[in-house]
């Protein structure tokens, strides 16, 4: 199996940064795709940002783009969400994923347990 661990989260204040991390350990070798979702009170699940193994493709949701930055770290087994010019409706829980088939769009088998983010106006 493979385990999913968060951190990094808190509290910003609108306009600033955070920079989460999702550390893996376990079966990582079979590891093709990474990704951070979150889920907003009273809204559903959405995808925000994927990284594919082979290429090092990405794929962000439009309401982030040009301010996340999904990366990987290989020797440390992490994979990183940058998120610049924070707004509150950045609030919600992010859950790290991963998958074993490569690509931006596939399945993701393995979850976090979610770290708050928390964005003040």
């Known amino acids: 199996q493979v385990q999913l661990v968060e951190s990094g989260g808190g509290l910003a204040q609108a306009g600033g940064s955070l920079r989460l991390s999702c550390a893996a350990s376990g079966r990582t070798f079979s590891l093709r795709t990474m990704g951070w979702f979150r889920r907003a009170p009273g809204k559903e699940r959405e995808s925000v940002a994927r990284l594919s193994w082979s290429d090092n493709s990405t794929l962000y949701a439009n309401s982030v783009k040009g301010r996340f930055t999904i990366s990987r770290d290989n020797a440390k087994n992490t994979v990183y969400l940058e998120m610049n010019g924070l707004k509150f409706e950045d609030t919600a829980v992010y859950y790290c994923?991963?998958?074993?088939?490569?690509?931006?769009?596939?399945?993701?088998?393995?979850w976090g347990q979610g770290i708050q983010v928390t964005v003040s106006s």
């Open positions: 994923a991963a998958g074993i088939v490569g690509g931006l769009k596939t399945p993701l088998a393995y």
